[in-house]
């Protein structure tokens, strides 16, 4: 899951670009996922992944690591970006990384 895993051709990686920057973009992803994951032309896969909001399966299929914490952003929001907000709980949960003092 690391940089050199990154399928550039993937559409998820062009569509979290895209709706990071799109105002928009990120509003229409907001009301229609479905929608929005077909304008991007994801594959089945991807759009499952996106479903389950499944940041690890998104990452083994070649997602940007740097994306990763974004998707959870796109879910959840990215005002407050700190370690127990909403867009962080949800990647952790997602990537299986138990916070501190859990196992």
Known sequence: MGIQNVDRTLPSNQMVFELRRDEAMYQRFQQDL??????YGLTPPER?????????????????PYFLPQISRLFKGGGYNHND??????YAEKMGIAKEGEH
């Open 48 to 64: 499952e992944a996106w479903r389950n909001m499944d940041i690890a399966a998104l990452g083994k299929m070649g997602v940007h």
């Open 34 to 39: 479905e929608g929005t994951m077909e304008h």
């Open 85 to 90: 907000s909403e867009a962080a709980r949800l």
